[in-house]
């Protein structure tokens, strides 16, 4: 029988390997990193929310929103899981509820651009294109070369009838997602 110390340490091995695999692009690694610390332990959080993650670059939107729900049922302060859900809803085109995971995870966690720019992009998509700049300005104040706060706004400003200002971002935008 094996100590529950080393199960443990087997579980966080699982994680960490899930984690460094998702940060290299190595998607399917990651995930059957994750399903082997899952089938340790079958609601471990950190393993869900990697998975998550890794379903969400993977194009798997649905998967990624319901392991950030089940994340969030049992930690529901889990400000990873709001933000990473948000990104899945916008891209399914649920941009309310996007806009609405993006809102909670920028009042309980730090205002990262990442997270600006998701709920910019649910703004825009929902019409609300003021409101849309608005988080492109505060993401760039966060990460000024950021590509997808940049392309964002200058979409608003586009649909706006700004295209001085569209024209200079959209072409900032290029340039910062080549570099």
């Given at each position: 029988?094996?100590?529950?110390?080393?199960?443990?340490?087997?579980?966080?091995?699982?994680?960490?390997?899930?984690?460094?695999?998702?940060?290299?692009?190595?998607?399917?690694?990651a995930l059957c990193d994750c399903e082997e610390a899952l089938r340790a332990d079958s609601e471990g959080a950190p393993a869900?929310?990697?998975?998550?993650?890794?379903?969400?670059?993977?194009?798997?939107?649905?998967?990624?929103?319901?392991?950030?729900?089940?994340?969030?049922?049992?930690?529901?302060?889990?400000?990873?899981?709001?933000?990473?859900?948000?990104?899945?809803?916008?891209?399914?085109?649920?941009?309310?509820?996007?806009?609405?995971?993006?809102?909670?995870?920028?009042?309980?966690?730090?205002?990262?651009?990442?997270?600006?720019?998701?709920?910019?992009?649910?703004?825009?998509?929902?019409g609300s294109l003021r409101e849309a700049i608005c988080d492109c300005d505060e993401a760039l104040r966060e990460s000024s070369?950021?590509?997808?706060?940049?392309?964002?706004?200058?979409?608003?400003?586009?649909?706006?009838?700004?295209?001085?200002?569209?024209?200079?971002?959209?072409?900032?935008?290029?340039?910062?997602?080549?570099?």
């Open positions: 029988e094996v100590p529950p110390a080393s199960i443990e340490d087997d579980l966080l091995a699982a994680v960490v390997r899930a984690e460094a695999h998702l940060r290299i692009g190595r998607l399917e690694e869900l929310m990697v998975r998550a993650e890794v379903n969400l670059r993977m194009g798997h939107l649905a998967e990624a929103s319901n392991d950030c729900d089940f994340v969030i049922e049992r930690d529901p302060s889990c400000i990873m899981a709001y933000a990473v859900r948000g990104e899945a809803r916008l891209r399914m085109g649920r941009f309310e509820e996007a806009v609405m995971d993006c809102e909670w995870a920028l009042a309980h966690g730090r205002r990262t651009a990442a997270v600006l720019s998701v709920r910019a992009e649910a703004h825009r998509k929902l070369n950021c590509a997808e706060a940049l392309g964002i706004r200058g979409q608003a400003c586009l649909e706006l009838g700004d295209f001085a200002v569209a024209v200079t971002d959209l072409s900032k935008a290029i340039e910062a997602a080549q570099a």
